[in-house]
């Protein structure tokens, strides 16, 4: 399924809302906690669904973060592909899959021990008072 983008309405919305200073916050942006960049998007501007995409189909104003080319890449490489990675496992472990139908066996036969083929040697007897 392609990925869904914002519209123009809603990057404008978002880009006055920033007063263009990325508004990137905080560890999912590889930032401090509580921590906002200090960019300026006058040097580029991306648009980053804050709920990934393909988890929420959400494309309001309010998922809409405008954003560094920095804070977006650090995103998408370290939260947004692993996410979207699990999503698509847990899809495909959802799904009903045909089980295989068992083989005929064929009937096992005891092993045969690894000294099975020695012929058998005489038991020493412990001969005592013998002199030698």
């Known amino acids: 399924m392609p990925r869904r983008e914002f519209t123009v309405k809603t ?4 880009l006055k ?7 990137a ?17 006058g040097d580029g501007v991306e648009y980053d669904h804050y709920i990934l995409d ?4 959400d494309n309001s104003l309010e998922n809409c973060r405008a954003v560094c080319p920095k804070c977006h890449g650090w995103k998408t490489r370290n939260h ?6 699990k999503t698509v496992r847990q899809q495909f472990m959802g799904m009903k899959t ?3 139908s068992p083989l005929a066996a064929k009937p096992k036969t005891p092993k045969q021990s690894r ?8 038991r020493f007897r412990n001969f005592k008072g013998v002199e030698g």
């Open 11 to 14: 990057r404008k919305a978002a």
């Open 17 to 23: 809302r920033s007063g263009l200073i990325c508004e």
């Open 25 to 41: 916050v905080g560890e999912w942006y590889g930032l401090p906690a509580g921590q906002r960049c200090v960019r300026n998007l």
């Open 54 to 57: 393909a988890n929420s189909k």
């Open 80 to 85: 947004d592909t692993p996410t979207a990675a």
């Open 98 to 100: 045909k089980g295989k």
């Open 115 to 122: 000294h099975d083929w020695a012929p058998e040697l005489p």
